[in-house]
């Protein structure tokens, strides 16, 4: 009977040593260092204090090497301003009196003449005949002078162009009809302003003008023909 208590009492502290070595064992295997037994999900970058540029500190969605030089963030050139456009008001054209030459449509050569804009908003043309019309500023950039016949027995012209930033020079379409014909764009047209000092040579003879052209041309002839309908 006491043989077999003692081996009871041994068997009892072999048990308790036995579930104190598993417990350890467990919570080694559960709480490994962080450095050998925690693997990080591709993507995430875990950078370190002490690390060097070319250091690798993680990989990236693809399983590439990333190093602390690759993380540096990219310095995003400046961007410069767009230039605004000057605007004009109506005084600055009040008054004014300008040569124009028109190349119309099939022609050769310019018809050179001129056209003053009073201070009432109409205008007169050095056309035969003292013909008359109008002129108006929109928006500050688009000057629009239209000549218009007796009766209109030869229909309406209409000149508009997109201001300069010199406003000594304008340049811009013509569009039009006649009794007989819709209508459309029947030339150009380009104008200096007369009676004051121009200290810049016109836009047209400036390099580089002409890689722009296309698209004033187009804008004027829009505006042309938003004023035709009104």
Known sequence: FLQLRKRMAMGRCCGSFLAVLAVVAEGFFLCPPLEQGVRRPRGVVVARATETEDEVVGVDMWGE???????TPAVLPEVPAAEVPKTYVNSDFAGSEWKIGILWRNAKKFDVTWFRCLDDGTAVWGFPFDPKGKWKLD??????????????WHGKRIY?????????????VVR????????NVMGRWQAIRLGVDRPNPPPWLQEGYFDEDDDDDEQSGDQAEKTEKQ
């Open 65 to 71: 090497a990333v190093t602390a030089r690759d993380m």
């Open 176 to 183: 039009g009809w006649r009794p007989w014909t819709p209508a």
């Open 139 to 152: 928006e500050g950039a688009y000057l629009t002078v239209t000549r218009e016949f007796f009766l209109g």
């Open 160 to 172: 508009t162009a997109k201001t300069f930033d010199d406003p000594n020079y304008l340049e811009g």
